[in-house]
Structures are given as C-alpha cells and as structure tokens.
C-alpha cells in the first residue's frame, strides 16, 4: 500500500473500498464511489426500500453478452459506473449507455457513486472507434453516450465526444445517438461542438431543484450554468432534441419540482424525466422521502400539462432509461399503477 501526502492509497482498484483513494491503470489517484468515507454519515441506516423499488438482480445471457462486449472493447458504462438499478433490464434486451472518457469523474457530486479524481489529461486515443464498433456488434438503433465530468481537459472533452459520434455514425449510420453530456463549465462553444457532431437528441442534467443544487452537486457544477447550456443547444441547433432529468426524494417541495420543470421548459427543454433518488452509499447524501407512483403520474402530468414532448416518470427512472421509447408519449411503457399494487 503506497501513501499520498500521508494518506493510505490502494494500489490495485479492485481492492478499493468505498471511500478509499486507490492508484488507477494510467498512474493518477482516484476515490472508490466518488466520495471520501464520513464516519457520520457511514454510521447512519439507511431506510428499507418500499416494495415498488425492488429491482431484479442482473442476470441472463443477455446480460452475459452485453457485459463481455464492454470488457472486451475496455468500455466504462454508466449503467456499471452509477450502479443502476435497472442494469439487468437494460442489458438482457442488449443496450447499454456507454460512458467515455473513463470511470473516473474531476467532480464529486454527494448524490454519484462515480469514481472522483485528477486524470491529468489522460484520454483513451482508441476509445471513438472501440465505440464504434461495439454499437455495430449489438446492432443499436439507438445509442446513449454519456460521460464523467472532465475539468482537467481544455475543452472538457467536446471534441473527443464529436469524435465518438463521428466514428459512431461511420460504421452505424442509422443509428441514434443521445449525449448526455457535462456542463463543459459553461463554455458554449464546447456545448456547440457536441451539438453539431451529428446527434439527435443533447441532454444535460440539472439533478435537482434550484434551493438543492448545492450541497447534492458539486460546486463547479450550477443550476443556471446547466439552464444557459441547455438553452444555448436548443437555440443552437433547433432541430436536435434537448432532455434533462430530475432526482426526486432530496428534500425538494413540490412548488419546487413545478418551479424547475417550469425553467426547463422556457430553456426550450424537449424531454424530461423524473426518477426516485437512492443513495448509492452510505458516505452519499440520505433519501429525505420515497416518491409513490401515484405521485410519479401527477409530476408527470404537470410536466406534460407545461409543453414538454414527453415526461418519462417513475421510481426507477433514470436519464437513459428506455431513451429510445421516449417519444412514444406513453412513459416508455411504464405502468406506475402496477407497482403500487
């Protein structure tokens, strides 16, 4: 075990606890989880889980190919990296969000369980057409690539996103690819880069309402930074799609969720989706309510009632879930009554 400025540091990531600083493959240091261990908050107990947030566990030969397409092409997926609930769901029926640049993020928002460090510029030069490639062996329609936050890298890694959906539409020309993207620190010209690489649809998160922006993101990270990114995509490009998602059970109102979704909406946000947040570790921020499905409908037809395209609602929600069916104006085939019952 080596030691940084006095701190223990585990040499291998597969030995990382979460919490502890562990020594990555390209010689940078990285937290487990993203957020250091809080031996106040690690002592808590975390509120059992109603029976509508019970999730399979992943399984199938589904999921066996998924998985070994990703190791095989040295992929980081969210769906890994974010420890998704829905993985076993979204894997066995062979898509994945990919996510680039690495698993390890320059920010640590309290609500992700992705790795927190300093890459120090370190980019996978092979990564585009690994990409590339694993979208035509799974044969996707419709691709979501997302990314950690990359603040150690001058344009915050717009170019090499472009340069993965270049490669992407090279080998897949039919295929849709969603960017769910970093805030890129609010540099609009690095938002246009992405916007103009040939997407259908950009998204960037705003997580939460504006009062809990922080402390559940990281400080670099901001309520209107992402509204001004947003925006300046639809005013951009109109004709690509803009989305953003919404954790709800921090601690926000409802006055608060009408108030955010009415500021998505005059940013010219096309898509939204609204899912329960569960704390990915005890060191991460406590869930303040479990959100009832009856209560995922009502958002939802607020939402609708407020001109979006599509709300996508529901207790395991996330920002890439079904992405591919949210224009369906169905909920992506969500039945919230089913899982009340």
Not at 42 to 62: E, H, N, Q
Not at 149 to 168: F, M, Q, T
Not at 197 to 221: C, K, M, W, Y
Request: net charge positive; aromatic share 6%.
């Amino acid at each position: 075990m080596a030691e940084l400025k006095g701190i223990p540091v585990v040499t291998e990531a597969a030995r990382a606890r979460s919490g502890e600083k562990y020594l990555t493959p390209q010689g940078f240091t990285a937290v487990r989880d993203g957020i250091k261990n809080r031996p106040a908050t690690a002592a808590a107990v975390s509120a059992r889980k109603p029976p509508w947030l019970r999730a399979r566990a992943p399984s199938g030969s589904g999921f066996q190919a998924v998985r070994a397409l990703v190791k095989e092409h040295r992929l980081a997926t969210v769906c890994e990296e974010a420890k998704c609930p829905n993985i076993g769901e979204c894997w066995n029926a062979g898509t994945a969000t990919l996510m680039l640049m690495g698993a390890v993020c320059t920010r640590a928002c309290r609500f992700c369980a992705v790795d927190t460090g300093n890459p120090r510029g370190w980019l996978d030069a092979e990564e585009p057409e690994n990409a590339a490639r694993t979208v035509e062996l799974m044969k996707l329609s419709y691709v979501v690539l997302t990314s950690v936050n990359r603040d150690d890298l001058p344009d915050g890694g717009a170019a090499h996103y472009a340069a993965c959906v270049a490669a992407i539409k090279r080998r897949n020309p039919n295929t849709a690819v969603e960017a769910l993207t970093p805030d890129f620190q609010g540099v609009l010209r690095d938002v246009a880069t992405v916007v103009d690489s040939g997407i259908e649809v950009f998204a960037q998160n705003i997580e939460t309402v504006r009062r809990l922006t922080h402390p559940v993101r990281d400080p670099r990270a901001g309520y209107q930074q992402t509204l001004r990114v947003l925006a300046h995509a639809k005013a951009h490009r109109p004709a690509v799609l803009t989305k953003s998602s919404l954790m709800l059970g921090l601690g926000e109102t409802d006055a608060e969720i009408d108030a955010t979704l009415a500021d998505l909406r005059a940013a010219g946000v096309d898509i939204v989706t609204l899912g329960q947040y569960l704390r990915p570790t005890l060191n991460h921020l406590p869930v303040q309510r479990f959100v009832t499905p009856a209560e995922f409908d009502r958002y939802r037809e607020q939402a609708l009632a407020r001109g979006f395209l599509e709300c996508v609602s529901g207790p395991l929600v996330r920002s890439s879930y079904r992405a591919e069916q949210a224009l369906n104006r169905n909920n992506a085939g969500l039945d919230n009554r089913k899982l009340a019952t």
